[in-house]
Nanobody
Framework: QVQLVESGGGLVQAGGSLRLSCAAS????????MGWFRQAPGKERENVAAINWSGGSTYYADSVKGRFTISRDNAKNTVYLQMNSLKPEDTAVYYC?????????????????WGQGTQVTVSS
C-alpha cells in the first residue's frame, strides 16, 4: 500500500520561505515521478511542480517559476518543495502525488497516489 505523508506547512509572512517534504512508502520510490499540487478555497487544483524518477527533469508552473524548487532524495524516499519569496496568493493546501510512470505529467488525473495535504498560509 503506497503512503505519502507531507510535512512542513505552516504560517509565514510574505517574502518568507518554507520547505515541504513528502515521505513515500509502499513501493520503489525511485521508479516513479512525483508532483506537488495545491488547491486554494474556491479554486481548481494546480500542478505547481513535478519531477521525473531520477530528478533529471522538472516542471514548474509559471506562477511559481524562479521561486519554488522541487527535488528528490531517492535514498530517503522523499520529495521536497522549497518555497521562497512566498506571496499571499500561494496560500493553499499543498499535496504531493506519485505517478505510476517514470516521467511526470501536469494533469492531476494521471497521478495514482496522493498525500493528505499540508496547509500553507502566507500573510501579507
Amino acid at each position: 500500500q503506497v503512503q505519502l505523508v507531507e510535512s512542513g506547512g505552516g504560517l509565514v509572512q510574505a517574502g518568507g520561505s518554507l520547505r515541504l517534504s513528502c515521505a513515500a512508502s509502499g513501493r520503489t520510490f525511485s521508479n516513479y515521478a512525483m508532483g506537488w499540487f495545491r488547491q486554494a478555497p474556491g479554486k481548481e487544483r494546480e500542478n505547481v511542480a513535478a519531477i521525473n524518477w531520477s530528478g533529471g527533469s522538472t516542471y514548474y508552473a509559471d506562477s511559481v517559476k524562479g521561486r519554488f524548487t522541487i527535488s528528490r532524495d531517492n535514498a530517503k524516499n522523499t520529495v521536497y518543495l522549497q518555497m521562497n519569496s512566498l506571496k499571499p496568493e500561494d496560500t493553499a493546501v499543498y499535496y504531493c502525488a506519485q505517478r505510476s510512470d517514470k516521467y511526470y505529467h501536469t494533469a492531476g488525473a494521471s497521478y495514482d497516489y496522493w498525500g493528505q495535504g499540508t496547509q500553507v498560509t502566507v500573510s501579507s
